[in-house]
């Protein structure tokens, strides 16, 4: 008897011990780095769904804490503070050096900072910012901001500056403002709940009326009146200068896609010393590089001369519910010299639009003639589920082509014009 009493007490000792335990892993488990999340770029902006086609409804700015509660394509669903939940971009919130600022008010934090012309230690400096000195960041990148200091612009180390408590601050009556987002829905009420009477696009303008919350009241084209969020307008006039530079790409994934690879050269020059597989990967790498100073997120289906089999390819691009696809090729004809130029392959009637963007640029940036945009049954193309295009960038067995597609200065040129493309295409150009 009394040898049994101990037995239970032991027992329920050690399931109380236990318990213990299960409870404070459970604290911990709760409390885990994975489920808070520290927001490191300036600022964050939260869709209703994982993906940029689905509408901004809030921001969230440096050093915020926010719970994730699911992970999807890259995207963290994640609630605030507020208890209201929504998506933002996963690969910007984990490394935080990028971010998809639009008119950010921001403080300088130390005590001198070099304001430069260009985001790197050796840009030429263009003045001093002194602490507390009140900025507007436009863009961040690669862990520099591009920002408004006295009307110049100029970029510092994204970390000498932080969020301005403050806020955006409020127009004079009338003011001019610019859509800054791609899609701007005005509401009747100022709660996102309301009613959306009106979309407005990039670039188009309303005027200011006045602050309510944290809204705007403004007044559109037709003398109506309703409410945006401050931070999808600008003050400033979006010029096409500004528009290339300052249209903050971070949020968008585009997949690139060389050609051929490993024991597939694809075709080759007349005197074949050149093979397309190279010329594919050099101009894919050119337009990476080009795409990641402008803060898009890259992913490449090779950086090697490896081959993926084809049914591999648009897989890349549906896994990462990429924004856009791009296949870069050069073309070959049955009789060398014959043909010249570049062409533009769509599938989907979903990749019309992209083609003809991107294939608008491609025409007035490169020297070689533009053939236009044609449908074509492309594996790549046809097993995509998002935007995709393959790119024909002028003929392999055509002399003329193949002494200008080698050039660094060519495949640089293609870079420019899918960017610019992009951009365009994204921003509902
Ligand atoms: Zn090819």
Redesign the pocket.
């Known amino acids: 008897m009394k040898e049994k009493r101990q037995t239970n007490r032991t027992f329920r000792l050690l399931l109380l011990t236990l318990g213990l335990i299960a409870s404070v892993i459970a604290i911990f488990y709760v409390m885990s780095d994975d489920d808070v999340l520290t927001i490191k770029p300036l600022a964050l902006n939260v869709r209703t769904k994982p993906g940029t086609e689905h509408p901004v409804i809030a921001q969230v700015h440096r050093n915020t804490n926010v719970i994730v509660l699911d992970e999807k394509n890259g995207w963290y669903h994640i609630e605030l503070a507020d208890k209201t939940s929504g998506w933002v971009a996963g690969w910007l919130a984990k490394d935080g050096l990028s971010g998809p600022v639009t008119e950010l008010p921001a403080v300088i934090t130390e005590d001198e900072v070099l304001l430069r012309e260009n985001p790197a230690d050796k840009g030429k400096k263009l003045t001093t910012l002194k602490k507390n000195d009140t900025v507007t960041v436009v863009l961040e990148k690669n862990g520099w901001a591009r920002i408004i200091a006295d009307n110049v612009f100029g970029w510092v180390p994204s970390h000498t500056l932080t969020p301005s408590e403050k806020g955006i601050p409020t127009p004079e009556k009338q003011t001019p403002l610019y859509v800054n987002t791609a899609e701007l829905v005005v509401r009747t009420n100022p709660d996102l709940e309301s009613r959306g009477f009106l979309t407005l696009k990039y670039g188009e303008q309303v005027a200011f009326a006045k602050k309510t919350k944290d809204w705007f009241e403004v007044t559109v084209a037709d003398g109506r009146s309703g409410y945006v969020r401050p931070w999808a307008v600008s003050q400033s006039k979006l010029t096409e200068d500004s528009y290339y530079g300052i249209v903050p790409m971070a949020e968008y994934t585009v997949v690139l896609d060389a ?2 690879g490993g024991n597939d050269p ?2 080759e020059t007349n005197n074949g010393t050149v093979v ?1 597989k190279e010329v ?1 990967l050099s101009t894919a790498q050119a337009v990476q590089a080009e795409l990641v100073s402008y803060g898009f997120n890259v992913i490449m289906t090779r950086d090697t001369d490896t081959y993926i089999d084809l049914a591999d390819i648009a897989a890349v691009s549906n896994q990462a519910n990429a924004d856009a696809f791009i296949s870069f ?2 073309d070959s004809y049955d009789v060398p010299n014959a043909v010249s130029g570049t062409t533009t392959y769509y599938y989907h009637d979903r990749d019309i639009d992209l083609a003809h963007t991107i294939n608008k640029f491609i025409k007035s940036t490169l020297p070689l003639e533009n053939r236009g945009t044609e449908y074509a049954d492309y594996q790549v193309l046809r097993d995509n589920r998002r935007p995709a295009v393959l790119l024909e960038l002028g003929y392999m067995n055509s002399d003329y082509d193949a002494s200008i597609i080698v050039k660094d200065s060519y495949q640089e040129k293609v870079a420019k014009a899918v960017r610019k493309g992009l951009i365009h295409y994204f921003n509902g150009g």
Do not use: A
Request: no cysteine.
């Open positions: 050609g051929h694809g075709s397309e594919t090729h050069f």
